[in-house]
């Protein structure tokens, strides 16, 4: 290793302890930080290389277990992997998308070893944690309701709550997953700004309206729905696989429909207010606003409605 790769390496590294070091000391500075972490991982990946970059996040490791190991190792596993990914792939000279996917895979693997962090060192399971939880929420709301004098609910009634409760539980591998998607893409762009002022690069995201899934996501789609109208145990791996895609599938489908009214909105020169008001509704009003959207991206996938409509 180079004198200059050494040298980046360490100032880089000072820069990412110094922000782990804001991390812990300022109260909820993570909602900031968080996003930030993975940046100094980015640009030294740019500069020097995958071989180097994993070098120094394996560096990193060592030395954030050496500093509140509690707080700094499982977030620089988190922002290592995510880093790692995100600059690896701009090494490749991929899309902007690509990107964003590569990197949501990078969040996801280091969500998992987090999970595991957990599990080994401190001896936590985070699913029985969450159950316990849930279920003392459960229990005191009912003794608050007692207290005001409020009927209390039934034992169906509790059964169902709690059942509505588990699909939460249940569907945690989606959440990791959008949240590593929100975490990938908010880092993706942060860092593209920070290389186009250091680097001169060119770095972008394409507008929305050019974001176009495979069509061959339908079809996994519409399978994942089959399966999952069948009927399962609740824990069997067949329920948690085909609930879990079939939820993740449909939000990537909704994307794909608010993404057409951004399209439809572009080639037939209306409003922009048109496709911000429709994101908002989704968001607001979700299960009936992801459904719709879900409907759209079908239609958009399935019928080609871009080409269509680029053909008038």
């Given at each position: 290793m180079n004198k200059k790769v050494l040298q980046e390496g360490l100032l880089f590294a000072a820069i990412y302890m110094l922000l782990i070091i804001i991390t812990v000391i300022v109260p909820a500075s993570e909602i900031l930080t968080v996003f930030l972490l993975p940046i100094p991982i980015i640009v030294y990946t740019v500069r020097n290389g995958n071989i180097s970059a994993c070098l120094f996040v394996l560096f990193l490791l060592v030395v954030?277990?050496?500093?509140?190991?509690?707080?700094?190792?499982p977030l620089t596993l988190l922002a290592g992997l995510g880093g790692l990914f995100i600059g690896m792939a701009i090494n490749q000279k991929l899309s902007a998308y690509e990107i964003l996917a590569r990197g949501t895979a990078g969040f996801v693997l280091g969500m998992l070893m987090i999970f595991i962090f957990v599990q080994l060192v401190f001896g936590i399971n985070i699913i029985n944690e969450l159950n316990q939880t849930m279920e003392q929420s459960i229990n005191t709301?009912?003794?608050?309701?007692?207290?005001?004098?409020?009927?209390?609910?039934?034992?169906?009634?509790?059964?169902?709550?709690?059942?509505?409760?588990?699909?939460?539980?249940?569907?945690?591998?989606?959440?990791?997953?959008?949240?590593?998607?929100?975490?990938?893409?908010?880092?993706?762009?942060?860092?593209?700004?920070?290389?186009?002022?250091?680097?001169?690069?060119?770095?972008?995201?394409?507008?929305?309206?050019?974001?176009?899934?495979?069509?061959?996501?339908?079809?996994?789609?519409?399978?994942?729905?089959?399966?999952?109208?069948?009927?399962?145990?609740?824990?069997?791996?067949?329920?948690q696989v085909s609930i879990n895609v079939s939820q993740l599938t449909g939000i990537l489908i909704a994307l794909q429909g608010i993404s057409f009214i951004f399209y439809w909105t572009y080639m037939k020169k209306a409003s922009i207010a048109i496709p911000i008001i429709v994101t908002v509704f989704t968001v607001l009003f979700l299960p009936i606003g992801l459904y719709l959207a879900r409907i759209l991206g079908i239609i958009d996938l399935g019928f080609s409605l871009r080409k269509k409509l680029k053909a008038k």
């Open positions: 954030s277990l050496f500093y509140m190991m509690i707080l700094s190792f709301t009912q003794e608050l309701m007692n207290s005001f004098g409020i009927q209390q609910f039934t034992p169906e009634e509790l059964d169902q709550i709690r059942e509505e409760i588990m699909v939460v539980v249940d569907l945690l591998p989606v959440i990791f997953v959008v949240m590593a998607l929100f975490l990938a893409f908010i880092t993706e762009w942060l860092s593209f700004k920070v290389l186009n002022k250091l680097e001169k690069t060119k770095l972008y995201f394409p507008p929305f309206r050019n974001f176009v899934l495979p069509k061959i996501l339908v079809w996994v789609y519409l399978f994942t729905i089959i399966f999952s109208s069948f009927d399962y145990e609740t824990n069997s791996m067949m329920y």
